[in-house]
């Protein structure tokens, strides 16, 4: 079967680094999306690894290991604005053929 | 980047009708899809919008309870028939666009906050 864990929730600081992690399980494993969601808004999409190693886009990084089954999604030099969900996604090939799933979210809090 | 939206944004239903949500996309685009929400909860897909025939659904949902239509490459609606308070949910439309980097790209619309009393 297929399943994406994620904390709950995460609080940091205005101005520091905070890291959200993922770790997935599934049968045909084509690539993980980062999703951001501000409450009450749609997804936006952030990155996408489907090789190992560390995507750099600005203040956010996403890191993946394969072997592993595991990602993180890296927020530098936070700001309040930052406070939203964060969504791991897999893109799952199965006999269907491709589907996006996603985990139930990292609610991040920015404080002052 | 297309851009999706849905209308209504929200609304209040009375449990036994039905509930038809749009969603128009600005761009012509190859995969259409529909997901629920729940509140603090992961997205859940419901069905692939598949253009000119039947949406493919997922385990749990089926077209009498949820028929889709797509007409065209810009346009779908999502029906959920027979409401009962277990539906009230945001149910968001999304659409894979061919030209966005990556391909794979989902993007989504605002959303429908349904709420059946």
Redesign the interface.
């Known amino acids: 079967g297929q399943n ?1 864990d994620q904390p709950t929730e995460m609080t940091a600081t205005e101005g520091a680094i905070v890291q959200i992690n993922c770790t997935y399980q599934t049968s045909g494993f084509n ?1 993980l ?1 980062w999703y951001q969601q501000h409450a009450g ?5 952030l990155s ?1 690894n ?1 090789l190992d190693g560390l995507e750099e886009k600005g203040r956010f990084s996403s890191f993946l290991s394969r072997s592993k089954g595991y990602s993180y999604l890296l927020l530098k030099e936070l700001q309040m604005k930052d406070s939203a969900s964060y ?1 791991c996604a897999v ?1 799952d090939r199965n006999t ?1 053929g ?8 990292t ?1 991040l809090f920015v404080k002052a | 980047s297309a851009v ?1 939206s849905q209308k209504p944004s929200r609304d209040i239903c009375q449990r036994g009708t039905s509930l038809t949500i749009q969603c128009q996309v600005d761009s012509q685009v190859t995969m259409m899809f529909w997901y629920r929400q729940q509140p ?6 419901i069905a692939t919008a598949n253009q000119g025939s039947e949406a ?1 659904y997922e385990s749990g949902f089926v077209i009498d309870k949820f028929p889709i239509s797509r007409p065209n490459l810009t346009f779908s609606t999502l029906t959920v028939s027979n409401l009962s308070p277990e539906d009230s949910s945001i149910y ?1 439309c999304s659409a894979r666009d061919r030209g966005a980097k ?1 391909v ?8 429908t906050r349904l709420l059946v009393l």
């Open positions: 994406i690539g999306f808004e749609a997804p936006t999409f996408y489907v969504l893109r269907g491709f589907k996006t799933i996603f985990g139930a979210g609610r | 999706i603090g909860q992961s997205l859940t897909l493919t968001l990556p794979e790209t989902q993007y989504f619309g605002p959303g």
